[in-house]
């Protein structure tokens, strides 16, 4: 069965300094691979998604980037936080026609 | 642009009482999922639905794809205080590579 991981759950990190949340997936091959944001118990902002290694799409202009060195591996980084960036963070997989979502357990991101 | 809208955005019933939360769309979708979040942790998927007017079961949760496939509901008989939570309905589009998310129901139920 698949599974997917994201860490770290919980970090707080002062104004600009950098970011670095990691997921990976198991038990699949060539997922595609997406990063959301969550304000406030409300609906999820589709940040980042790639469709393989290397191919990363930007949906919203952010402080933020991403990559994918591996085909499992789906990383969030940014070089110089701000306090805006602080939210839930959520790592998600799908099949490679992206029907289905699954998530990860989420990362709680609190910028001081 | 909010492409799924949700409604109710808040609900809050006793238990025992029957509720139904929309998903509404001015957009066709291939397939449209239902998801509920519990505080902390990342939205948990309860359904898929693919076929217009199609209508899913999950013990006490009823699904229901709308014919023209714009739209979805789901509701839940004799609310428990276990059915607490952010329910999301998601939608994709013919060719993406991506679900768009609706604007969420925060349910509670009341024991």
């Known amino acids: 069965s698949q599974t997917i991981h994201q860490w770290p759950a919980t970090l707080v990190q002062p104004v600009g300094s950098p970011l670095s949340l990691e997921c990976t997936v198991e038990?699949?091959?060539?997922?595609?691979l997406y990063w959301y944001r969550q304000a406030a118990g409300r609906g999820l902002q589709l940040l980042f998604y790639?469709?393989?290694?290397?191919?990363i799409s930007s949906e919203v202009p952010q402080n933020l980037s991403a990559s994918r060195p591996q085909d499992r591996q789906f990383i969030l980084s940014s070089k110089k936080l701000l306090l805006s960036d602080s939210g839930f963070y959520l790592c998600?997989?799908?099949?490679?026609?992206?029907?289905?979502?699954?998530f990860g357990e989420g990362s709680w991101l609190t910028v001081v | 642009t909010q492409l799924l809208e949700q409604s109710p955005q808040f609900l809050s019933i006793q238990e025992g009482e029957n509720l139904t939360v929309y998903c509404n769309s001015s957009?066709?979708?291939?397939?449209l999922q239902w998801y509920r979040q519990e505080p902390g942790e990342g939205p948990v998927l309860l359904v898929t639905?693919?076929?217009?007017?199609e209508v899913k079961k999950l013990k006490r949760l009823t699904f229901q794809f709308g014919d023209a496939r714009k739209d979805s509901s789901l509701h839940i008989t004799a609310a428990q205080p276990g059915d607490t939570g952010l329910y999301l309905c998601?939608?994709?589009?013919?060719?993406?590579?991506?679900?768009?998310f609706g604007t969420g129901t925060r349910l509670t139920v009341i024991p």
């Open positions: 998600a997989w799908a099949g490679q026609f992206g029907n289905t979502i699954y």
């Open positions: 998601a939608g994709a589009l013919s060719g993406a590579n991506n679900l768009f």
């Open positions: 790639s469709v393989g290694i290397g191919q």
């Open positions: 957009s066709v979708f291939s397939s």
């Open positions: 639905v693919v076929t217009g007017g």
């Open positions: 038990g699949t091959s060539n997922p595609n």
